[in-house]
Structures are given as C-alpha cells and as structure tokens.
C-alpha cells in the first residue's frame, strides 16, 4: 500500500470515528460560537474599530478551539492501547502524522466557516467580498497551526497534564504564524487585497513546508508508546 | 521465522528494566515466557513488537537486524494482549478491515467471514466492539492475527479473559502457527497451561534471563528455577 492510502485509510478512519462519537467538532464548535458572543458583548466597538480588531479576535477564538480538538487528537489511539497497533503495524508513521494533521484541519476548517461569517453578522460588518481572500490566509494559518500542533500533541502524548502542557509549548512556537496571519488579514481588510503583506504570506507558506516536512521526517522519532 | 536477541538492554532513566537479554529461537518454537511481576517479561515484547528502542543489544529477525522503522519486518510480527488494540467504535469487521488493510494483507478480507465463523463471532460482525465482553474481544484479536498471520507471534497474558472454548481456540491456532514455522511468545502467569504448549521456557528475574531450556520430561531444572517464585508453602512439578 503505498503512502497515500495509508493517510486516507487513518484519515478515513478518524473521520468515522468522529461522526460516531461527535465529540471533538461539536466542542469545537459551540465553544468557538460561545467565544463570539463573548467578545460581542465584551467590546462595544464601532464598525471602523473592528475592521481593525477582527484579525486578532479571530484567531484567539481559532487558537482557543483549536487546542481543544489538539486535546483530543490522539483520544481514539489512547484507548485500549490503539496507538501500540499502529505502531506495530508496518504503516509509515509519516502517514500516520499527515493523516491525523488532515483530520485536525478539517475539523478547524469546518469550524471556521461557521466562525467567520457568524463574526462578521454579530460585528455587523459590511465587507462580504474580503472574505474569500480572509479565508485562504487563515487556511494557510491553520495548516501552519495544525502542523505544529499534530507534532506537539504526539510529544506530549505521555505527559502527565498534557492539556495544559500542549498550550505552554504550542502558543509561543506559534507566533510566528499568529503574526503573520494576522498581519495578512488587518491587509485584506484595509486594503481589500493582499498588496504589501506579501512577505507575511511567504513566511506563512515558509512554515507550513518546513514544519509539515519536519513533522513527517521525525513522527517516527517523536512518537513512542 | 528465526529470531535471534543479543545482548538486549532496556533502560528507563536510570532504572534497568532488562539488561544483557541473549537467546536464539529457530521456527515453530513457542515459548513460555515467565517470571515474578516485575521481571521485565512485558518489556521484552514491547522491545520484540519494536514498540520501543533497545538502549543496548540487537534483535535479528530471519538474518536482518530488526531497526523500528523496518516496515517489512513489522508487517511480520503479531501481539496479541486481549481485549487491547481494537477500536470500541468501529464494527468488529471494520476493525478487521482497517488492520488488514495497514497490513497490506487485502487477500484476507474475502476470508473474514469464515475466521469470524470460527472464533465464534460471525453473527456479531455488525456490532461495535464496544459491545463485546472481553472474552469476544480476545476471540476477535485471534480472528485479527489469524488473518495476518504473523512469523513472530507476542501474547501477553491472553488465558484472563477465555473461556474453556476460547483457550481450545487460541491454543489451536498457536500450535497451527508454530507448524506453520511461526515463533510464539507467550508472557502468562497461567504455568500449568503454557508449559502444557511450550517447546521452551525462559524465566526472567529482575531484567536477567535466568532460565532458558528446551521442554523435556522430566524437567527437573525448570522446577528448580521456577520454584523460587511460587508462593510460600507451595510447590511445583512440571
């Protein structure tokens, strides 16, 4: 079997599972709904002010909900000992890393095309049209997100109180793509294009590619049980 | 399969878990693996199973050293720890489909039907494996390696949970897989019934392997070695 069925047959599997269980994209979602309401009713901004803060709240809901589906990332292997079974059998564990990466990011994409409309009603903003250009700097942002975090959850798989581990080591590794999507966003909403945060998407798609080929170079080194 | 361990050494911090660990297995050998809690017996199968690095030693699998990333030699080593390494919310098939599938063994799944059938589990093959007792569970991790068909079989304490019928089963399916020239690793504390299988014995004490003998009859040395680790008062007769 070669490498690409083997991340569609995990990735396939995971995605079973959660539409068996619900567990992670349901807590994902009202959790990142409840966070809008939050900040609705925190900040009584005028529509000027919220172009301008949209970008940062965005992302603390997106860096929020993300880590709670991070949480419960490896959740099906740590029951009866799954992880020991696919790490016994011959399955590259490259694949096993890009498929639960997949499945993280197909959560938060999921939850970001509710989010991100929902923000825009609650805030009432007018600029509809940004929104596709806003959607592909924060898909590269969230790949970047669960890149690193797949590789990090795998680290501290055996940690005692790994939920508040993974946020502690996850958080600051992550800066640079929180700026960097952020600063691409304030650009599409200022300017309606990308124009001068080009280097910001460079460095967004700079990371992605290092990280996801870290990530697969050294699963295998990083994942024990 | 020919299995071949020198010098193996694990260490977890500044604790030996096992250390110095040599043996050489030809085909068809099984195994009884024994020893007091604590011995190191799990350690060595997961260090088999290559679920861990060795902090010293090799392990040669038919000739090759057996590194983890080796997927060709991993594709040929079974473990077989009841009630573990099945997924409560997939369908018993769909567990066996999904292994099968890792294994790149697709010629089995058009006999899953017939391995359920005989472990006893065909009229269950649509239920969640959640829904199982964990003798049903053991009796799908046998139909599992039945269909995979592993050179280098691991089982760690699989007699807990079976029935009389369920040990009729595995015990039949582990002498066909020695037959077959398979080596079978059996860590139990159930003596009586894994000497009853056993070609071999090997006793482990705090990480030191300190009996290592083909079965014989009588077996008046195994009775010496095994002897210090039988409660106090009792007895023990090969």
């Known amino acids: 079997m070669d490498f690409l069925s083997q991340i569609f047959l995990l990735l396939r599997k995971d995605l079973l599972l959660e539409l068996r269980r619900r567990e992670s994209l349901l807590t994902m979602f009202f959790f990142g709904t409840l966070l809008l309401f939050v900040f609705h009713f925190s900040f009584d901004l005028a529509p000027e002010r919220v172009a301008e803060m949209a970008p940062a709240l965005l992302w603390l809901a997106f860096l929020f909900t993300g880590t709670l589906g991070l949480a419960q990332l490896f959740e099906a292997e740590r029951g009866n000992h799954c992880l020991e079974a696919l790490l016994l059998s011959p399955m590259d564990r490259g694949a096993l890393f890009l498929a639960k990466t997949a499945f993280n990011l197909i959560l938060m994409v999921l939850v970001e095309i509710v989010v991100i409309p929902l923000f825009w009603v609650l805030f009432n903003l007018r600029s509809w049209d940004v929104i596709p250009n806003l959607f592909l700097v924060t898909l590269l942002g969230t790949v970047g997100f669960c890149v690193l975090g797949t590789l990090l959850s795998a680290v501290t798989l055996k940690a005692r109180a790994r939920e508040l581990l993974l946020p502690l080591v996850l958080f600051p590794l992550m800066i640079p793509v929180i700026l960097g999507t952020i600063r691409c966003m304030e650009t599409i909403l200022r300017a309606g294009e990308l124009g001068e945060a080009l280097p910001w998407l460079r460095l967004l798609i700079g990371f992605d590619v290092i990280f996801l080929t870290v990530g697969v170079l050294i699963f295998d080194w990083v994942i024990e049980v | 399969m020919h299995l071949t361990v020198r ?15 040599s043996f050489d297995l030809p085909a068809g050998e099984v195994v009884a693996l024994l020893g007091p809690n604590g011995a190191g017996k799990t350690t060595l199968l997961k260090l088999l199973a290559g679920l861990i690095s060795p902090t010293a030693g090799e392990i040669v699998l038919d000739g090759s050293n057996f590194t983890r990333g080796a997927a060709v030699q991993r594709s040929a080593i079974g473990f077989l720890a009841p009630g573990e390494h099945l997924y409560e919310n997939l369908t018993v098939r769909e567990n066996l489909v999904f292994f099968i599938s890792l294994y790149k063994k697709r010629g089995a799944i058009a006999q899953i039907d017939a391995t359920l059938d005989e472990v006893g589990l065909k009229h269950r093959s649509e239920e ?37 019928n369920g040990i009729d089963l595995l015990e039949s399916f582990l002498r066909a897989q020695s037959r077959k020239g398979s080596v079978v690793f059996i860590a139990s504390h159930h003596v009586a019934r894994v000497l009853n299988l056993c070609t071999r014995a090997v006793i482990l004490h705090q990480g030191r392997l300190t009996f290592n003998e083909a079965r014989q009859q009588p077996w008046d040395s195994f009775n010496r070695a095994f002897g210090e680790f039988l409660p106090h008062g009792e007895s023990w007769t090969s």
């Open chain 2, 128 to 164: 969640y494996v959640a829904a199982l007792s964990s003798g049903m569970k053991c009796r799908l991790s046998i139909a599992q390696w039945k269909l995979l068909e592993p050179g280098l079989l691991l089982l760690d304490e699989p007699y807990g949970v079976l029935d009389g």
């Open chain 2, 7 to 21: 010098h193996l050494a694990k260490a977890y911090g500044l604790r030996w878990a096992l250390k110095d660990v």
